[in-house]
């Protein structure tokens, strides 16, 4: 059962899965969305497979750049060679994502002080996570310590996931404001902006990071305005393949997600993800604690 983020948040609607086709359909439309829930969602899937090899490839293609969801896959299928069943894998592959986000979301609270107003992109709360959250996760965990923060909501076209952030600001009492993307600079600038807490979909080697497109500019007017930027995401997000950015695929999507009824005749250019250099992060997040210097965070992932 997926509820399905695309009627968010005008109504809750599930989708009912009951084979491996359904899943990739549900990944591809954005009915979930945000890299660790999409992981789960994806080993899940396997447990409905009736083909395993074939339909991890399926899998795998419905979203080609987070990276969750290729080690979901993989988990599932390794633990199935030991001899475990399908379903087993897959519900251990959600308790220890929920484990992990409620980790990344009690660190990333640490980053923050009472008063502070903290920018995001994209969503990056449970609906993106499964549970816990990752970057909204840590404004949450921090707003149950008791911290006054405020949050301003980039609204991150085309599809608007503001709209799911807030949904979740909203339902947790968290004071925000939606905002336009272009605005974050400007905010930026008039020092209303303590801190940028953004999620990732996969991570490069050297700390280059692809996540939703808008982020890198968001990033380098962070940088510009000496704004904290920090990359909350759980260890399966790292990609030790991938050297640097250059070699994250990025997804392009339908023309008709920008266009819309707005420009008729025209045409449209549909990246889903940017990559940022790993040059303008102050410092990653994830379920092993905060990190400044990449050496010492891939470190901590091989203990």
Known sequence: MILDQTRLPWAMEWLECRDVASVCRAISALAVRGAPAIGVAAAYGMALSKDPASDAKALKASRPTAVDLEHAVDFVL??????????????EWDAMNSGKCRAISEHGAGLLKSGDSVLTHCNTGFLATNEYGSALGAVKAAHAQGKR?????????????????????????IPHKVIVDAAAGSLMRQGKINAVMVGADR????????????????????????????????????????????????????????????????????PAFDVTPAKYVTAFVNEFGIFRRMGDLWKSMKE
Not at 78 to 91: R, V, Y
Request: net charge negative; proline share 5%; charged share 25%.
């Open 78 to 91: 390794g633990e199935m060679k030991t001899g475990s069943s399908a379903i087993d894998a897959a519900k």
């Open 149 to 173: 923060i405020f949050v301003y909501v980039d609204e991150t076209r085309p599809r608007l996931q503001g709209s799911l952030t807030s949904w979740e600001l909203l339902r947790d009492g």
């Open 203 to 270: 991570i490069a080697k050297n700390g280059d990071f692809a996540n939703k497109i808008g982020t890198y500019p968001a990033a380098v007017l962070a940088h510009e305005n000496k704004v904290p930027f920090y990359v909350l995401a759980p260890a399966s997000s790292f990609d030790r393949s991938v050297a640097d950015g250059s070699g994250i695929t990025i997804e392009y999507r339908d023309e008709s997600e920008v266009l819309g009824e707005r420009f008729p005749g025209a045409g449209a250019l549909n």
